[in-house]
């Protein structure tokens, strides 16, 4: 069992968006980790402790996608993404939680994020989201350098990569910078 104060910790739920939910995952469907994500915000919600909700929308026409970005299978003729592919998923976001849109895989570089937080008093974050081993990672590894104590859920994770890719992170980069647990396994005191 993993203990996180409430008054000093948060939740962020990375890309549980239109777009990225309608990905093929593994090693487990979205479905299943906005399903968790959602009972984790719940959760979090019930103790008074902030819920971040975080997605990814590079602008018309990509104008703010950093160079060689990825997810080209989603991009149609034109250069540009669906309209609704960076709407986060119906019913997610609940009044209070706060919002952030990054152009980046991680939530920290380019938007206020580590000030939000900071002013919050938050220490410790609570990672989940869709793809592990790119916005869950990416952010994982700045708030670690950034000195917030990171608690990863590991149901609360899957990846649009190969299942190996997943894997790798849970097994060799997070235990290096986060604690890890399933939902089941987090107290929320």
Request: aromatic content about 6%.
């Amino acid at each position: 069992m993993i203990s996180v104060n409430a008054r000093t910790s948060a939740l962020v739920l990375i890309d549980l968006q239109s777009g990225i939910l309608s990905l093929p995952t593994r090693p487990r469907p979205a479905a299943e980790v906005l399903t968790t994500g959602r009972i984790l915000a719940e959760r979090f919600r019930a103790r008074g402790a902030p819920v971040v909700l975080v997605n990814v929308d590079f602008g018309p026409e990509r104008a703010y996608a950093p160079p060689g970005t990825t997810q080209q299978a989603s991009v149609r003729a034109g250069g540009s993404l669906p309209p609704e592919w960076s709407r986060l998923a119906d019913g997610l976001a609940a009044p209070g939680d706060i919002l952030i849109t990054k152009r980046q895989w991680g939530a920290f570089t380019g938007t206020g994020l580590d000030q939000t937080l900071r002013r919050l008093g938050v220490d410790t974050i609570v990672l989940g989201g869709i793809a592990t081993n790119f916005g869950v990672e990416s952010t994982a590894r700045h708030a670690w350098e950034l000195n917030y104590h990171v608690v990863v859920v590991e149901d609360a994770c899957t990846t649009t990569a190969p299942d190996d890719a997943h894997a790798l992170a849970f097994d060799h980069v997070f235990p290096r910078i986060a604690r890890i647990t399933q939902s089941d396994g987090l107290e929320i005191a």
